[in-house]
T-cell receptor, first 115, second 113 residues
Framework: AQSVTQLDSHVSVSEGTPVLLRCNYS??????LFWYVQHPNKGLQLLLK??????LVKGINGFEAEFKKSETSFHLTKPSAHMSDAAEYFC?????????????FGTGTQLKVEL | KAGVTQTPRYLIKTRGQQVTLSCSPI?????VSWYQQTPGQGLQFLFE???????NKGNFPGRFSGRQFSNSRSEMNVSTLELGDSALYLC????????????FGPGTRLTVL
């Protein structure tokens, strides 16, 4: 079975300060991990993905995440927050015993960016 | 390349009715997955279709069903609608599966009265 736990339901930062959104995962096999972002009334957009290549993954809009197997973590970071980053972020693990696509989503972290 | 499209974008139905939602994947993508998003349960996997065959299924009752056509377009059907079926239904497509990332459509907002 697979699961992800997003440790914070809400994170608030000031514009220009670093962002850290925390995610721990559990997987019975080697996982594929993703971060998706959802802006209000919009669909989900892929930020980045980890698929067992480099442990530090760079994504769009300056976001990156580091896969740490020993800690079963996949935290999302950005050096400097922008107002346009305000959205809901989902940590996601992919896979199923029979193969194919099945995404298991975390409960989401709402990021608020203040002036 | 056009993205994933879903129709209709908004739908209002009453309890007991049935509804069909449509999803057109990105050209060349053969896998289509469906997800339900609600404030209480978050994002939950419904099912995945690949080459017209259901490849994975989530934990939803049999009232939820789907199919995929030879051009990879997919439909999902919900029969005997309940108030709790009110949700945003998201469709996602990918080239094949596994490590391939999924690209999401804008969703269909279903309201059951």
């Amino acid at each position: 079975a697979q699961s992800v736990t997003q440790l914070d339901s809400h994170v608030s930062v000031s514009e220009g300060t670093p962002v850290l959104l925390r995610c721990n995962y559990s997987s019975s096999y080697s996982p594929s991990l993703f971060w998706y972002v959802q802006h209000p009334n919009k669909g989900l957009q892929l930020l980045l993905k980890y698929t067992s290549a480099a442990t530090l993954v760079k994504g769009i809009n300056g976001f990156e995440a580091e896969f740490k197997k020993s800690e079963t973590s996949f935290h999302l970071t950005k050096p400097s927050a922008h107002m346009s980053d305000a959205a809901e972020y989902f940590c996601v693990v992919s896979g199923s015993p029979g193969g194919g696509n099945k995404l298991t989503f975390g409960t989401g972290t709402q990021l608020k960016v203040e002036l | 390349k056009a993205g994933v499209t879903q129709t209709p974008r908004y739908l209002i139905k009453t309890r007991g009715q049935q509804v069909t939602l449509s999803c057109s994947p990105i050209s060349g993508h053969r896998s289509v997955s469906w997800y339900q998003q609600t404030p209480g349960q978050g994002l939950q996997f419904l099912f995945e279709y690949f080459s017209e065959t259901q490849r994975n299924k989530g934990n939803f009752p049999g009232r939820f069903s789907g199919r995929q056509f030879s051009n990879s377009r997919s439909e999902m059907n919900v029969s005997t609608l309940e108030l709790g079926d009110s949700a945003l239904y998201l469709c996602a497509s990918s080239f094949s599966g596994g490590y391939n990332e999924q690209f999401f459509g804008p969703g269909t907002r279903l309201t059951v009265l």
